[in-house]
């Protein structure tokens, strides 16, 4: 009975500090996201003003998305999965 529950302890254990380790990479990207938004935000407004048809949707789409995550940079994995999913809906919005 010890073993089992050790196990599922240790388990526990690696998977805290597995996540802190993906929190700790978000956060450093999410800064360099965050250094480069202007930069990207006004790429992505000259392509939007300057192509059509198809094209012109997926860099609306795009915009959509770098807006949403350039409004609220995620800090750690759930703040990640929550900006996925507004940038999921951002594009819903979009088309």
Known sequence: MRIPILAAVAAGA????ACQSIDSK?????DQL?????LLKGAVAIA??????KLQSHVVQAQAVLITVCANP????????????????????AK
Request: proline content about 2%; overall charge negative.
């Open 14 to 17: 690696l998977s805290l500090a």
């Open 26 to 30: 978000i956060a450093s990207a999410s």
């Open 34 to 38: 965050a250094t480069q938004c202007g």
């Open 48 to 53: 939007a003003a300057t192509t059509d048809g």
């Open 74 to 93: 995620p800090r750690d994995t759930a703040g990640a999965l929550v900006v996925v999913a507004d940038a999921i809906n951002a594009v819903k919005a």
